[in-house]
């Protein structure tokens, strides 16, 4: 069974960082694209961050120049750095497959909530 479980979440001030990490168990890992969504109450989850096999990220504008995703194939970990946050990033942030390569995703994570205070 594939386990998500996603850590580094916190209360942090604008303009502060965080570093998230997700970890992936029972799964292959190095052949999937992967990604951080992110959700805030009563709306969809939204792709914030992607990285493909090749280690290519791409990001939506909304966090481009603030946030780095990054993966570690042995650990099957894939990260993403926070930097220079703001209010709107309040969210909770998951991982999963990257649902434009992937119509499989894994069954979503707990999350880890990310408040950032202003």
């Known amino acids: 069974q594939v386990q998500l479980v996603e850590s580094g979440g916190g209360l942090v001030q604008t303009g502060g960082s965080l570093r998230l990490a997700c970890v992936v168990s029972?799964?292959?890992?190095?052949?999937?694209?992967m990604a951080w969504y992110r959700q805030t109450p009563g709306n969809q989850r939204e792709l914030v961050a992607r990285?493909?096999?090749?280690?290519?990220?791409n990001y939506a504008d909304s966090v481009k120049g603030r946030f780095t995703i990054s993966r570690a194939n042995v650990k099957k970990t894939v990260s993403l750095q926070m930097d220079s946050l703001k209010p709107e990033d309040t969210a909770v942030y998951f991982c999963n497959k990257d649902l434009r390569v992937h119509s499989n995703l894994y069954s979503w994570g707990q999350g880890t909530q990310v408040t950032v205070s202003s």
């Open positions: 029972g799964s292959s890992f190095t052949g999937n694209a």
């Open positions: 990285i493909d096999v090749r280690n290519n990220p």
